[in-house]
């Protein structure tokens, strides 16, 4: 079963270089071609890697609904990494029963 770090990667449409260790080329800020392990991926504590997920989701603007609206409202208010990477979760979660 993928981990939620996976299903972002995955969504980000991140190159996996090894399917064997779970190595994939991630795109965070600083560090742009690294390869990095599925346990050191960092969207879930990290909001220079969160952030481009959450713009990606606004990509889709077509896709107005509940789980787009609940990143929003992530990001209001009293700002939480844990609620707006939950959220982030949710929106993929229901973009990829969409484009099944």
């Given at each position: 079963?993928?981990?939620d770090?996976?299903?972002?990667a995955?969504?980000?449409?991140?190159?996996?270089?090894s399917?064997?260790?779970k190595?994939?080329?991630?795109?965070?800020?600083?560090?742009?071609?690294?390869?990095?392990?599925?346990n050191k991926?960092?969207?879930?504590i990290?909001?220079?890697?969160?952030?481009?997920?959450?713009?990606?989701?606004?990509?889709?603007?077509?896709?107005?609904?509940?789980?787009?609206?609940?990143?929003?409202?992530?990001?209001?208010?009293?700002?939480?990494?844990?609620?707006?990477?939950?959220?982030?979760?949710?929106?993929?979660?229901?973009?990829?029963?969409?484009?099944?």
């Amino acid at each position: 079963m993928k981990t939620d770090n996976e299903l972002i990667a995955e969504f980000l449409e991140l190159e996996e270089i090894s399917a064997d260790i779970k190595l994939w080329i991630a795109q965070p800020v600083t560090e742009p071609h690294v390869a990095y392990p599925e346990n050191k991926l960092l969207y879930d504590i990290s909001w220079d890697w969160l952030m481009p997920v959450v713009s990606k989701c606004f990509d889709y603007g077509e896709l107005d609904n509940e789980f787009r609206d609940q990143i929003i409202a992530s990001l209001s208010g009293v700002i939480d990494i844990d609620d707006t990477y939950k959220a982030v979760l949710e929106f993929i979660k229901w973009y990829n029963q969409q484009t099944k």
